[in-house]
DNA sequence: TTATTATATAAGCAATTATTCATATAAGGA
DNA sequence: TCCTTATATGAATAATTGCTTATATAATAA
């Protein structure tokens, strides 16, 4: 919050390429940009944080999730998928059932991860 | 990370109705999951996140974020108005130029609500 | 006044994402 | 063995989202 700079810049034939190089400099890269909105993206479903909300009260398997959620189980199997592929949640399989947790040290990670991007609005 | 439950609970029936009741009541709300999704959706796409870095760095007006981003104006100012409708940046008409600035008032309450909802998952 | 610039917005299209339905696999039970 | 249960996954469809093109508005300059 401290060299912020609240002059507009199209003064001149409104691109001053100095000015730009500056900000593209001081600001998110496009990689990291899109890494974190994939971060977000993972949360950015209702579903999936309902299901992330009840692994961290109990661990599951699929067919309770589908029955608390009154959803089918295929479109909770797929959730869980994206869940899985970016580590948060893993599975025993015990028997028949897949029991599904939350991967505290991903989910550890991922927190740290988001913290970061969001406190970095808060420096600067 | 104390008293949570790692037993499934398909047991009888494959549904234990006194369990779901727990598991509902100790987790989100739909609605609280809708309302959680939401907030990480304005920050699911990487532009809207890049647009948000350049204004931690600097106000600019509509021209510029899209000089730089090097996409249309139309598109920066759709990414815009969805970061406007929920109140993350607001604009000054300055001329003809809009110097839009991140609302820090909002960011704060979002940034709230964000570590309420990441930390609650690390609480339990 | 007319022309130009900066912006917003609406309509249409493309791309992505969520959900359903159908099927495949694997574990147990009869 | 065959049947049932729990799950994953693929294909098709539905819904959502992002981008383009075209147009409208408002401010300014000529």
Redesign the interface.
């Known amino acids: 919050?401290s060299a912020?700079?609240?002059?507009?810049?199209?003064e001149v034939n409104?691109?001053d390429t100095e000015?730009?190089q500056?900000?593209?400099k001081?600001?998110?890269s496009?990689n990291a940009?899109?890494d974190?909105?994939?971060l977000?993206?993972y949360?950015?479903?209702?579903?999936?944080?309902?299901l992330?909300?009840?692994l961290?009260?109990?661990?599951?398997?699929v067919?309770?999730m589908a029955?608390?959620l009154k959803m089918s189980q295929p479109a909770v199997s797929h959730h869980l998928r994206i869940l899985r592929q970016c580590g948060i949640v893993k599975y025993n399989k015990?028997g028949q059932?897949a029991?599904y947790?939350?991967n505290?040290d991903e989910?550890g990670e991922i927190?740290k991860k988001?913290?970061t991007?969001?406190c970095?609005?808060?420096k600067?």
Chains 1, 2 share one sequence.
């Open positions: 919050m912020k700079q609240s002059m507009p810049v199209c409104h691109i000015h730009e500056t900000i593209l001081s600001s998110l496009d940009a899109v974190a909105a994939e977000f993206s949360l950015s479903d209702s579903t999936r944080v309902r992330l909300s009840m961290a009260t109990a661990d599951m398997c067919c309770e029955d608390i015990i059932r029991v947790y939350l505290l989910t927190i988001l913290l991007i969001v970095s609005y808060e600067e």
